[in-house]
Nanobody, 123 residues
């Protein structure tokens, strides 16, 4: 049973930075595609970034490209989301997800989800 635990959220001013961490356990991390999604109040959950199992390929939501960086450490079974130049519209609960089959930006292809960590960006 895969377990994902996110941390690193908080309150930050616009223009600031945060690093989210997702600790993975209970499965085969190095063969899973990992991703971050987010959900703002009253809105659907949306894709943010993904990194394929080999770590060589990443994809981003257009609005975060150039500001956010997803990375993984297979030795620590951890995935990170480095967020810079944060904007109030980045405010959301951020969720880590794992896919056995390369989910890319499609939520339904992800098998396991964390409980989320809240990011609030004040203007």
């Amino acid at each position: 049973q895969v377990r994902l635990v996110e941390s690193g959220g908080g309150v930050v001013q616009a223009g600031g930075s945060l690093r989210l961490t997702c600790q993975y356990s209970g499965g085969t991390f190095k063969t899973d595609t990992m991703a971050w999604f987010r959900q703002a109040p009253g809105k659907d959950r949306e894709f943010v970034a993904t990194i394929l199992w080999h770590g060589q390929t990443t994809y981003y939501k257009d609005s975060v490209e150039g500001r956010f960086t997803i990375s993984r450490d297979d030795d620590k079974t951890t995935v990170y989301l480095e967020m810079t130049s944060l904007k109030p519209e980045d405010t959301a609960g951020y969720y880590c997800a794992a896919s056995r089959f390369g989910g890319l930006d499609t939520e339904k292809f992800y098998d396991d989800w964390g409980q989320g960590t809240q990011v609030t960006v004040s203007s």
